[in-house]
């Protein structure tokens, strides 16, 4: 059979669309791969929601809503801070140059995309768990959102920089107590306690950005009350949690070790936060202990699960 010109073009031309989608494909994997190694931070919150399902439950879960609830998550705070980044764009071309969208990796139409797809697949997949469970969804979205987005400019104004992301933190925390359908004493404070130490994070680096936003007019609570204030200020948020776990935890039915653990988590963080005293202007110093507070939130979450146990 003998193919005529307009076959032969047609043929070309479903190559060419074909070689096309597989490029476009290829290059959104590539910008979803980068922008989630620079996003390490999302698994925080990720585990702060599967630690409070699995308190809520007792530690006697439905496998097939934790397979639903813990992608769910990550897709949802991820393609938050996805947008953050887009709109932090300037700011981390100064703070964080090597950063995906700042770098011009990652280009800002592709995130948009990425971003959007995953808010979207976030929220599908709650409907399968219960409504309660979006609700809180939708809510952590919407102050994602307020923080996000240029004309909200939360993330400029003093103190809502700080609030927004450490209510975010609390509601993240309760939607995986919502979703287990078992909100109790205990996971209102591993909420508090996660939106507490939020705030550690947030505020080392913030002293670290310092310099940078001071230059993009971020009023950030270091610029505002000194950035020695804000490092006594993180210093002061486990010494605070490990006092209400002292006093709370026979209430929220959590045996001895648990304030146990987190007298040493407090006396840890104290002895590694020091060097903040004298070494608050050097990012160096602050993002190496930024670090090491990042460490600690996993095990302070752990320490709730541990605390449940029947000992």
């Not at 476009?24 to 931070?41: G, H, T, Y």
């Not at 770098?103 to 599908?124: D, N």
């Not at 200020?233 to 486990?238: Q, S």
Request: aromatic share 10%.
């Amino acid at each position: 059979m003998v193919m005529g010109p307009a076959s032969v073009t047609i043929q070309e031309s479903n190559l060419a669309g074909s070689q096309s989608w597989r490029g476009s494909f290829s290059e959104f994997s590539r910008a979803a791969v980068l922008l989630a190694r620079s996003e390490i931070r999302v698994t925080i919150f990720v585990w702060s929601l599967t630690v409070s399902y699995l308190v809520a439950s007792r530690l006697e879960p439905n496998y097939r809503t934790l397979v639903l609830l813990i992608p769910a998550g990550y897709l949802l705070v991820l393609g938050i801070y996805i947008l953050s980044d887009i709109a932090d764009v300037k700011d981390d071309k100064i703070n964080s140059p090597n950063r995906p969208l700042a770098s011009g990796k990652v280009k800002p139409r592709q995130a948009e995309i990425l971003a959007i797809l995953m808010i979207a697949s976030s929220i599908l997949m709650a409907l399968f768990i219960d409504a309660a469970t979006v609700a809180l969804f939708v809510l952590f979205l919407l102050l994602g959102l307020s923080y996000s987005i240029p004309r909200t400019n939360v993330k400029k104004r003093f103190p809502l920089k700080a609030v927004v992301p450490s209510s975010g933190a609390a509601v993240i925390s309760l939607a995986g107590g919502v979703a287990a359908q078992g909100l109790s004493p205990v996971i209102f404070f591993a909420a508090f306690s996660f939106a507490l130490f939020a705030l550690v994070t947030l505020l080392i680096g913030d002293i670290a950005d310092l310099k940078g936003d001071a230059k993009t007019g971020v009023r950030s609570f270091p610029l505002v009350v000194g950035p020695k204030n804000s490092v006594w200020t993180v210093i002061m948020i486990p010494l605070i949690i490990s006092a209400l776990g002292v006093v709370l935890f026979q209430f929220a039915r959590l045996n001895i070790v648990f304030p146990i653990i987190l007298i040493g988590l407090a006396v840890y963080c104290s002895i590694t936060m020091r060097p903040l005293l004298s070494g608050y202007d050097n990012p160096t110093v602050c993002r190496k202990v930024k670090t090491r507070m990042r460490v600690v939130h996993f095990l302070l979450q752990l320490t709730f699960i541990i605390g449940v146990l029947a000992l």
